[in-house]
């Protein structure tokens, strides 16, 4: 009773205009007719208008894990209720899904006071707006009175459906059959995880077919999935990080239990998007039936070996409801051979454990890629890999490390084998060195990147966190931090970074902004964090080719008014939680960027289609599916034809030029047939193997030369240019 008085203190009163709406059932707001959605329209007739309803609440209002950097206090309350029709029974079109949160007369977010206080069986009233999120219905709530605690009610039960009620087996939604289940309660008996998916934020969520193969993601809104790295957002929460135990590729679930929530794809927005999902919001929704071998807190040692160094492997194995039988890591150094080709050696139990497995690989020459893939088997012929590899896969997901002398460059951080684009070396703790390509000061982007000194692909890293004000363009930095997945973008969170007093000037890499091989299939997550240069290769001019592709995007090709292919997105004068543009760039798509995300240190200049340029130069950025380059000043325009402010960049005080500085272009980059340099009349290069072999060399009569690399095997070469005793060295990619 005392908390029901609590409850009712905090969400007693509605609004006025809330009591004078009348009574509208949730199957009613959710309910659509079955022509609509056989046509591909899941839209409630109701969507739009202010409705009040009742209905008995399914998940717990402290279980509830949304962060939001935009709601007061970093939580972002959901909750899901059940219509009151047969006391809550589960049943078609009688789920909601309510967002707690409501804008205040300042214009801020503030969550529903005591939201979290609510259990499942509360009978609650609720007056919101009925929204949508991705084709999922919402109920949003519109003051802080928007939801009363009226009672309570036997607690709801789940529905028992199929994956396939759902999804196919692409994943995609089956409107006619699954939308009557959206934001319920459900059941699904006798599923497999066939894939595990990490993502940014240290979260998790996983893929379970039925037996038919239908598939549907489990997704993490609740603190149920939240891992044991997930600091809990909910200020109520009954825990202060996750416990989840992410689940084995080939684990059979007897029961498996959640809300489902609608990420719309298919008919409704083309492909990519989860469809269907399922959200379990209690660790008994997971019933295991039987599990492979669980492979947990592997260890490599060194991370970055030298030439001299072997490498020893280490992991926990450990099955739910056996013994394991074998593990066994394969590795190789040849990078032609497939996972499947690899040499197999035994892993063995080390002394006095009994579930520490243990190997050593051998060591490998300098900038050798060497893969690997450790495979356990159970007493019942459940296998297990890691990396973890989809159930079905042909050929199981690796590891890897390149062997350095001096320990890792940026280009191990960033080059990936993953098909998610996620670094090799997430989550680790690392020290690199970089020249700064932007900075934090005045006239700058406003954001910290380094890269490689020789440029080139996968050289360029992002930089967050504390210290990092301090630092100029051209200066040599030591860093070292904790790398992390912001969204798909890797990044360098610093822990301590310093000087070197060495200065140069970062190097470019030229990317064709019209080239469609050039984009595909994520070839761009390359150049992710890199500094680049957009420029025709036959040095025709860029245009304007569309001026506002939303959210402050503009596009740039040597074609007007080019398609998503033949283009690449420009990004400036924004910054906010989700975008971390330059502030010192004139070229927006709207004059509202002035004030609006951030205030403009310049005169917003609106983009159109008559402007033009040589080249625009900037940092490779990606967010929201979508690489975009993102110019630091002014001055990264290059050659334009409208008149834009001069900057006032500071400059480094660093006055030792670090012995790499000499100043070298050389593209394409990737290259296939032949190679640009461009350097000081004089300059003579030599083109060196991963073996380190000359395969190429000469000097430049003048201050470009071209030179044959067709006829040279595809992979990564290292360029040296050297005059007068300075040297640049670039990292040269030829690929097919």
């Known amino acids: 009773m005392k908390r029901f008085l609590t409850i009712c203190v905090g969400l007693l009163s509605v609004a006025t205009f809330g009591q004078a709406l009348p009574y509208t059932s949730i199957t009613n707001i959710q309910y659509v007719s079955a022509t609509d959605l056989a046509n591909c329209n899941d839209t409630s007739a109701y969507l739009g208008d202010t409705v009040m309803t009742y209905g008995i609440v399914v998940t717990p209002g402290d279980r509830s894990e949304v962060a939001s950097g935009s709601v007061q206090g970093g939580h972002r309350p959901f909750l899901f209720i059940v219509d009151t ?22 214009g801020q977010l503030l969550p529903i006071p005591n939201i979290e206080y609510l259990i499942p069986g509360d009978l609650v009233k609720v007056v919101g707006r009925v929204g949508v999120y991705n084709n999922g219905n919402q109920l949003e709530t519109i003051d802080a009175n928007s939801i009363q605690v009226m009672g309570s009610r036997p607690l709801p039960t789940p529905a028992q459906i199929t994956v396939g009620d759902l999804n196919d087996p692409l994943r995609v939604n089956i409107l006619t059959t699954g939308e009557q289940w959206e934001n319920s309660f459900v059941e699904f008996n006798n599923v497999t995880v066939t894939e595990v998916i990490p993502f940014s934020g240290n979260r998790i969520s996983f893929n379970v077919v039925d037996g038919n193969g239908n598939k549907i993601n489990v ?26 135990v992410t689940p084995v590729p080939g684990t059979f679930y007897s029961s498996l239990k959640g809300v489902v929530r609608h990420d719309g794809n298919g008919c409704l927005v083309g492909s990519g998007s989860r469809g269907y999902e399922l959200n379990p919001f209690d660790s008994t929704h997971y019933v295991i039936a039987y599990a492979p071998p669980y492979i947990s807190n592997f260890e490599r040692d060194p991370m970055v ?22 593990v066994f890591v394969y590795y190789s150094a040849d990078t032609s051979l497939l996972p499947t080709q690899f040499t197999k050696m035994t892993m063995t ?97 406003g954001f910290l990147y380094i890269q490689d000194a020789g440029g080139g692909p996968w050289s360029g890293i992002w930089c967050v966190g504390s210290g990092i004000t301090q630092f100029f363009r051209e200066e040599e930095v030591i860093v070292s931090g904790t790398v992390e997945e912001y969204y798909g973008m890797t990044r360098l969170n610093v822990a301590s970074i310093s ?25 761009w ?13 036959a040095q025709q001019k860029l245009h304007i080719a569309q001026t506002n592709l939303g959210f402050g995007d503009y596009a740039v090709s040597n074609t007007p008014g080019a398609g998503y292919w033949n283009r690449a997105l420009v990004l400036a004068g924004r910054q906010s939680a989700t975008s971390f543009s330059s502030l010192y760039v004139q070229l927006v798509t709207n004059a509202a960027y ?35 380059v993102l110019p630091r000043n002014n001055d990264d325009f290059i050659g334009i034809n409208v008149a834009l402010d001069t900057t006032d960049l500071p400059q480094s005080t660093v006055g030792i030029l670090h012995p790499d500085a000499l100043q070298v272009r050389a593209y394409p980059n990737p290259g296939r047939e032949t190679l640009v340099i461009e ?56 690929i097919d």
């Open 85 to 106: 029709v047969a006391q809550g029974a589960a049943g078609a079109w009688r789920g909601m899904e309510v967002m707690g949160v409501y804008t205040n007369a300042q």
């Open 219 to 244: 997704s993490d809104r609740f603190l149920a999935q939240k891992l044991p790295s997930w600091q809990t957002v909910n200020p109520y929460s009954p825990q202060s990080t996750g416990s989840f």
């Open 305 to 326: 070996p030298t030439p001299n160094q072997s490498v020893d492997l280490v992991c926990n194995i450990t099955d739910f409801d056996g013994t394991v039988d074998s």
């Open 349 to 445: 139990l080390a002394a006095g454990s009994t579930d520490e497995y243990e190997a050593t690989l051998p060591n490998q020459p300098l900038g050798t890629l060497v893969r690997y893939y450790i495979l356990a088997w159970d007493n019942e012929g459940n296998a297990s890999y890691y990396p973890t590899t989809p159930v079905g896969q042909a050929q199981p997901n690796v590891d890897y490390y390149t062997v350095r002398q001096n320990g890792a460059i940026i280009q191990d951080l960033q080059f990936t084998l993953s098909s998610n684009g996620n670094s090799p070396y997430m989550g680790q703790n690392v020290t690199v060195k970089g020249i700064v390509t932007a900075s934090t000061k005045q006239h700058d982007l």
């Open 499 to 523: 000087k070197t007093g060495n200065r140069m000037m970062p190097v470019a890499s030229v990317v064709n902004p019209s080239d469609s091989a050039e984009k595909y299939g994520y070839a």
């Open 525 to 537: 997550e390359q150049w992710e964090g890199c500094l680049v240069r957009l420029e025709d290769p």
């Open 594 to 628: 002035d004030t609006l995300d951030g205030s403009m240190e310049v005169t917003p200049i609106v983009v159109s289609d008559t402007m033009n340029m040589d080249a625009v130069e900037g940092i490779c950025f990606y967010g929201f599916s979508n690489y975009r």
């Open 679 to 734: 350097a000081e009349a004089g300059a003579t290069f030599q083109l060196i193997d991963a073996m380190g072999r000359p395969v190429s060399e000469g000097r430049l009569t003048q201050n470009r030369g071209t030179i044959a690399v067709g006829h040279l095997g595809r992979g990564t070469y290292l360029l040296v240019v050297d005059k007068d005793g300075q040297r640049q060295v670039l990292r040269i990619a030829l």
